[in-house]
């Protein structure tokens, strides 16, 4: 189908506030005073930060190792304390630990941790979630799921709760959902592996003991908060007792956390209480992530060969990024190839690129001449991707809409081809119209006139780019613009209401400006 635009600029004024809640479990500040008497390395970097420390890391500057895992620590305590990996150090750990990428996977191809912690390390350096090698880590990290849910150490090995914990954040920061099933058959192998006493042993099927241990008990809580549940409630509760109640029982008077009790301070607890510090603080793993732009919040449609795939509105850095992080939630499998000109979306479900058909790319409706992943997105876009012919171009024009409409006759803005022809007229005249002022609680509403000025029938829709309010809160017909259609036969005409409704709670504040476009295709 062959798809025809029209767009309308739309500007209003108002105001706004916004605020966050950090939660954390236990005093932790006879830990953090322990770990400032201890020599300083990656994890306890890593645990002040989390106590909103600002360490030193001087120390990371000449950062050297042989292996892959001798890098990630470094890369995670870096991006944790506001440092970039790539050009802080001597030498740019980002691209050394990229030198480990082979065969699918990061590292030893018989190992499973340099690859959970592979993926982490990536995306906290900035690194997109679309990059080839956090996408073949991703999957050898969900190929390599024992049958129980967990992950082991060692492809093949006996699954225990630490990597799985580990795991699991890995996973969700590389896109895969909550619901998914691999996150759900691992959040319940933790489950099943929690001890009467509240606490986690590192394996639970362990013949060398199952007793919980500070790290195991840190690095499920860790998981419990990147999952965004509660490690000290009922759900995560057996016999009353708690992770952290179990973890909190472990601390010493001299601010440390023992492996288990009794076992007393060893040189491995500087560590452990590092894992405890970050877990009771409510972080998670990566700590940090290197300082990027704000992600942007963006609205999207993806169009397959049958229609609609799947459309809404999104937080996603670029267009390609897009397709990764909505494929969970819209349920649709997707490959993306490394080719000599860069990452390619290559297919959405059934729909894979062959001969001179694929999938394209537009934003606000227009084709960019650079590829998906290097097209840096703005709050407010419309992304649309494609399934066609190469020479696909969507095409269109628009006419803008600012404060003062003038009386006289209407005016608006024509768009025709062989087969599609069509006008949007703004009531009151001229080619402009503004919402002004709108209070909290307040509505505004304009006319539109839509025109279909051909013998064909045309199936309109729209769409809204440019600031949240707009995407939010713009209704045509009582009904969200995303939801808006019309069938229009030839010659036919529609008058549309464009409402602009504000809730009462609504605060934030400025003047904002947005398009809303109205787009054709010919009736089926």
């Known amino acids: ?11 209003l004024s108002l105001f706004i506030s916004v605020f966050s809640v950090q939660s954390a479990h236990g005093d932790v500040n006879s830990a953090v005073s ?45 991006a944790a304390a506001g440092k970039n990996p790539k050009t802080f150090p ?31 390390a990536l995306i906290a350096a900035g690194e997109s979630i679309s990059d080839i090698i956090i996408t073949d880590a991703k999957n050898f990290i969900l190929a390599n799921q024992n049958t129980n849910g967990g992950w082991a150490f060692v492809v093949g090995g006996d699954s225990d709760t630490n990597m799985t914990s580990t795991a699991i954040m890995a996973l969700l920061e590389a896109g895969v959902a909550k619901t998914d099933s691999h996150i759900v058959n691992a959040v319940s192998y933790l489950k099943s592996a929690q001890n009467n006493d509240g606490g986690f042993p590192y394996d639970s099927q362990s013949p060398r003991g199952t007793g919980s241990d500070t790290s195991s008990d840190a ?40 492996y288990q009790e009794g076992t007393g301070e060893d040189s491995f607890s500087p560590v452990t209480t590092s894992y405890a510090v970050i877990a009771l603080t409510g972080k998670y793993y990566p700590v940090g992530v290197t300082s990027t732009p704000a992600i942007p919040n963006v609205d999207y449609k993806i169009e397959g060969s049958d ?18 992080i909505v494929a969970p939630t819209c349920g649709f499998i997707y490959e993306i190839v490394d080719t000599s000109f860069g990452p390619y979306l290559k297919k959405i479900g059934d729909d894979e690129a062959h001969d001179l058909v694929g999938w394209l790319y537009a934003v606000n409706f227009a084709i960019p001449n650079i590829g998906a992943v290097d097209y840096n997105l703005e709050s407010g876009d419309y992304v649309i991707w494609h399934f066609g012919n190469f020479d696909w171009q969507p095409g269109g024009s628009e006419i803008n809409l600012n404060a003062n409409i003038l009386p006289g006759p209407g005016g608006g803005n024509d ?6 022809s069509f006008s949007v007229n703004v009531s009151g005249g001229g080619n402009s ?53 019309a069938n229009l036969q030839g010659g036919g005409n529609k008058s549309a209401e464009v409402k602009l409704q504000i809730p009462a709670s609504y605060s934030k504040a400025g003047s904002k400006t947005g398009k809303l476009i109205f787009w054709a295709t010919l009736s089926q």
């Open 415 to 420: 768009f025709q081809s062989d087969l599609i």
């Open 1 to 11: 189908m062959k798809k025809k635009l029209l767009s309308i600029s739309i500007v």
């Open 34 to 78: 322990y770990l400032k008497t201890k020599i300083v390395n990656p994890w306890i970097t890593m645990a002040l930060v989390a106590n909103g420390e600002s360490p030193n890391v001087d120390y990371l500057k000449s950062t050297t190792g042989s292996s892959a895992t001798d890098y990630e620590a470094p890369i995670l305590a870096l």
């Open 219 to 258: 690095w499920v809580i860790s998981a419990i908060n990147k999952l965004g549940e509660d490690p000290d409630g009922s759900s995560w509760s057996k016999n009353g007792n708690s992770p952290v109640d179990h973890l909190l029982s472990l601390q010493t008077t001299g601010g440390y956390f023992e």
């Open 433 to 485: 119209f503004n919402f002004g002022d709108v209070a909290p609680g307040g509505v505004k509403s304009q006319i539109v006139s839509i025109t279909n000025q051909g013998q064909v029938g045309l199936y309109i829709e729209s769409a809204v780019t440019g600031d949240e309010v707009f995407r939010n809160y713009l209704d045509i017909d009582n009904v969200s613009w995303r939801n808006f259609n």
């Open 307 to 324: 229609g609609t795939v799947c459309e809404g509105s999104v937080d996603a850095p670029n267009a390609l990024d897009l397709v990764v």
């Open 90 to 120: 001597d030498t740019d750990l980002v691209a050394v630990l990229k030198t480990f990428h082979t065969g699918g996977q990061i590292g030893s191809v018989s190992t499973l941790n340099d690859d959970i912690f592979g993926v982490l």
